[in-house]
């Protein structure tokens, strides 16, 4: 059996400014991903989450909204995230008949608290849609936002960079080597 270590156990350990930004880290992406499953990874002393496939909207895909018109049957509106007044791109629509979740569940990002500062990391964070660069690192494929005491965490920004993880995650291995081309093809190769 093995044995479950509790998040607050290993928060527990850090200054509280730091406990309070994973605590903040921990809310949006549970927000954002209701449905991810968050584990204590004590040998990296992060928490890391795992999306299970199916859990995320298709891109174009509707969510049931609030009736615009009284009794007029529940109109679906599609969900869509700010960024900056603008829509961030949701992700590539897959071919004709081939669904792009293929896997049970993927692990997708990380709380990892420092006595200083905090990351939110993402596994692919390279094949990821950017659009308000808010991404740093230069290993060859995580990358992550890093918060400090007092410093701002734009909510609805973070979201969204934890719902695009979770569907870079998703793709198969053959479509993450499609999509590292078509980065390396726009000239993108390691933002």
């Known amino acids: 059996m093995i044995d479950v270590i509790p998040p607050e156990a290993l928060l527990a350990a850090y200054p509280q400014p730091m406990r309070e930004i994973a605590e903040t880290f921990r809310g949006i992406v549970r927000r954002a991903l209701p449905d991810a499953i968050e584990r204590v990874r004590p040998g990296w002393r992060v928490l890391g989450y795992d999306v299970r496939a199916g859990s995320l909207l298709e891109p174009g ?11 007029g049957g529940g109109a679906p509106l599609v969900r869509r995230v700010p960024s900056a007044g603008r829509t961030p791109p949701v992700g590539r629509t897959p071919p004709a008949g081939r669904p792009s979740v293929r896997r049970r569940a993927a692990y997708f990002c990380w709380i990892m608290p420092e006595p200083v500062h905090v990351h939110l990391g993402f596994v692919y964070g ?11 690192g230069r290993i ?12 701002d965490i734009d909510e ?29 093809l726009r000239g993108r190769p390691g933002d």
């Open 140 to 151: 060859p494929r995580a990358r992550w936002v890093t918060r400090v005491p007092g410093e």
């Open 126 to 136: 390279i094949l990821m849609d950017d659009p308000d660069r808010l991404l740093e």
């Open 61 to 71: 895909a509707v969510t049931p909204g609030p009736d615009p018109v009284p009794g």
């Open 156 to 184: 609805a920004r973070l979201a969204w960079l934890v719902r695009e993880a979770a569907r870079v995650a998703l793709l198969s291995p053959a479509e993450r080597l499609a999509a590292s081309f078509d980065r390396e």
